[in-house]
């Protein structure tokens, strides 16, 4: 296995990220902030309960946590809501491509290469619900807040702006970044009201825990029911674009056995849910009356071998990763649904993904367990099973496990992972804390675990898919400081970022970044990963795996890179992984000068045989339309159908 580093972040990297943010504040402060409206908080129209033009969409929970940012907070319900009441400088199109929303910009386009600048030009009449701009603060507040906070999604872009200036009083917004970066489209999705959010308490680790503070799209809650489990969204009287069609949407919790008889009897007009094999069935069983398809969430469904306490231990590791049956725990998690045919082989690249080619290695683990070759890796680590448990010096193999709470599919995976590493001979303990902010705000927070908070071996966890998959993995497998002095990990180019990276504002980020080997999906190509240079199932030859033994938190402490006068880095994601020899390449891919497809046929090899990341699935939510709701157009991931509410209408039956 390759050496990485894992465990608690350096004071540098600490003292970097406070003194940008320093920055950032003075240069957006010299100017003064646009007036906030003085005006009553946002009107909406009251349609009576249960009204026929109300909209009710059925969804698994609406349970709290409601932050589109937040790692925690992933869920359909979250994502709906986040579509629906908060402004995006780009969505994404029919095609699943990104567009500019011009119901908030008026442009965004590059105007400079050296450096690489965006100009973002905001709608004179985009105001948030309570009357105040959407400004330039608001695109500040979100840089801020992502480049800084632990447990957020898709980091690693913010992490490359160096200077946020504002002009025309706040409606344009100058963006310069520290290296070109193809992927800007992808940020500043999902804004959020900074002169509420700053006031929140406990702040941004409590922000949307419950509701919204203000909105700035079509709608606007009226009642968050937890009791009844329903959040009631109303037209947004307020919002300067055309309004919604409908006068009320409701998302109501759903109790899949009763899934099928709401929607045949038209108590529920859609529904957005995950489904088991016999809930599939019965929505298929409704006939013409409801047409039904499939939704693929934007995360893959991981499990996390994080290289800190004992899993530093690259034998350990690699062992541990060889005792576990990756089948089961797909069947687990997708309990005989969809979810199941979209399983996940590549760490970059998610199956929904046009250009999706499994990289998993053909015959050794993770695609077969192979319990020969983790009894001899635990052996030469020194263990013995003894009565049917591993120990060394007396003491168990003991390993905790942690997942985002009770929430499906993960608490299933965990519940399969824990069965069979008990019956491989290893203690299991519980360490999933009372809540998912928890989890990934502390517990796999990049750095040092604070307030006693509990060492987790393994996490399973969701894996986010954004629309540039080279800032999907800068974020997911990525080091901090994102970008330090030296080459840009292409060996013979020079690191102005140029060629494909720099874009002239006109191409998307699709075009300006290629997956690797440049096929299409076709059918499940899980099983199609080439394996070369992979050793048969279940041999039992060594392949180097225990190279890395104590480059775990001890490494990380020192902040060994190879270099002893380069810049520490350090882990920078839940999978408390970072490969210096590595990062250079991510970066080099996320800022263009190297094509995804090249980098990605050195870093999926890597990641593979670093055994920190088991791909399972993609989750997949079943899509239910009555024939008495109109508007309801393409689904694109993230949004999802939810991208036309403001188009939705009860047609006439």
């Not at 986040?82 to 105007?111: H, I, N, W, Y």
């Not at 210096?580 to 990641?607: F, H, M, N, W, Y």
Request: aromatic content about 4%.
């Amino acid at each position: 296995m390759r050496a990485i580093v894992g465990g608690r972040a350096g004071r540098n990297a600490v003292v970097l990220v406070f003194a940008l943010v320093s920055v950032l504040v003075t240069a957006c402060t010299n100017m003064p902030p646009p007036p906030v409206v003085s005006s009553p908080i946002a009107e909406t129209s009251k349609a009576a309960p249960g009204d026929s033009s109300d909209i009710a969409v059925a969804v698994d929970s609406i349970r709290g946590g409601y932050n589109p940012h937040n790692l925690a907070d992933q869920s359909t319900t979250t994502q709906a809501l986040a579509t629906m009441l908060l402004p995006s400088v780009f969505r994404p199109g029919e095609d699943g491509k990104r567009v500019l929303d011009e119901r908030l910009m008026r442009s965004a386009e590059v105007v400079a290469h050296d450096p690489f600048t965006v100009s973002y030009r905001i709608r004179q009449d985009a105001s948030w619900s309570d009357g105040a701009p959407i400004a330039v603060e608001d695109f500040v507040y979100l840089h801020e807040a992502m480049r800084s906070q632990p447990g957020v999604v898709g980091a690693a872009g913010y992490r490359l702006i160096s200077e946020i200036r504002p002009a025309d009083g706040g409606k344009r917004v100058d963006v310069e970044f520290s290296e070109p970066y193809p992927g800007w489209r992808t940020l500043f999705d999902h804004l959020l009201p900074q002169h509420l959010m700053k006031d929140v308490p406990g702040g941004w680790q409590n922000a949307l825990s419950g509701s919204f503070p203000a909105y700035g799209g079509p709608f606007a809650i009226t009642t968050v029911d937890s009791a009844r489990g329903e959040i009631v969204l109303e037209r947004n009287e307020r919002y300067w674009e055309e309004p919604a069609a409908v006068d009320r949407v409701v998302l109501r919790r759903t109790d899949p056995s009763s899934l099928a008889g709401a929607l045949g009897s038209g108590t529920d007009q859609l529904a957005v849910v995950g489904t088991d094999e016999t809930g599939r069935q019965r929505l298929d069983g409704l006939g013409d009356d409801v047409s039904v398809s499939e939704v693929p969430r934007p995360y893959v469904v991981s499990t996390l071998l994080r290289p800190v306490a004992t899993l530093a231990d690259g034998q350990v590791r690699e062992a541990v990763e060889a005792l576990i049956d990756r089948d089961k725990l797909i069947e687990a998690g997708a309990a005989g649904g969809p979810s199941g045919y979209e399983r996940a082989g590549a760490h970059a690249l998610a199956p929904s993904d046009d250009d999706y080619s499994a990289t998993l290695p053909a015959k050794a683990s993770p695609r077969h367990p192979q319990p020969r070759k983790a009894r001899r890796l635990l052996e030469e680590a020194g263990y013995e099973r003894i009565a049917g448990t591993w120990t060394r010096d007396g003491r168990p193999l003991s390993l905790a496990l942690a997942a985002p709470g009770e929430r499906q599919p993960f608490a299933a995976v965990v519940d399969e992972l824990s069965r069979q590493l008990v019956e491989a001979g290893i203690e299991v303990r519980d360490a999933t804390p009372e809540s998912s902010r928890q989890l990934f705000n502390r517990v796999l927070a990049p750095g040092e675990n604070s307030d006693g908070a509990v060492q987790v071996d393994i996490a399973v966890v969701g894996r986010p898919v954004s629309g540039d998959p080279a800032s999907t993995l800068a974020s997911a497998y990525g080091c901090v400081p994102l970008v330090t002095s030296g080459g840009d990990g292409d060996g013979d180019g020079d690191s102005d970022g140029g060629g494909d990276g720099g874009g002239d504002g006109d191409e998307t980020p699709d075009e300006s970044s290629e997956s690797a080997g440049g096929s299409t999906k076709e059918g499940r190509p899980d099983e199609t990963g080439d394996g070369s240079g992979q050793e048969g199932s279940d041999t039992g030859e060594n392949d180097g795996g225990g190279d890395d033994s104590g480059t775990g938190s001890d490494g990380a402490e020192t902040g060994e890179s190879g270099d002893p006068d380069s810049t520490e880095v350090q882990p920078a994601n839940p999978a408390a992984y970072c490969d210096p020899d590595l990062q250079s390449i991510i970066v080099a891919a996320l800022t263009g000068s190297k094509p995804l497809d090249d980098a990605l046929r050195t870093v999926e090899p890597a990641l593979w045989e670093a055994g920190v990341t088991i791909p399972l699935f993609q989750p997949i939510d079943t899509m239910a339309v009555t024939t008495d709701v109109d508007g309801i157009g393409a689904a694109p991931m993230p949004a999802g159908p939810f991208a036309s509410a403001v188009e939705w209408s009860r047609g006439e039956n």
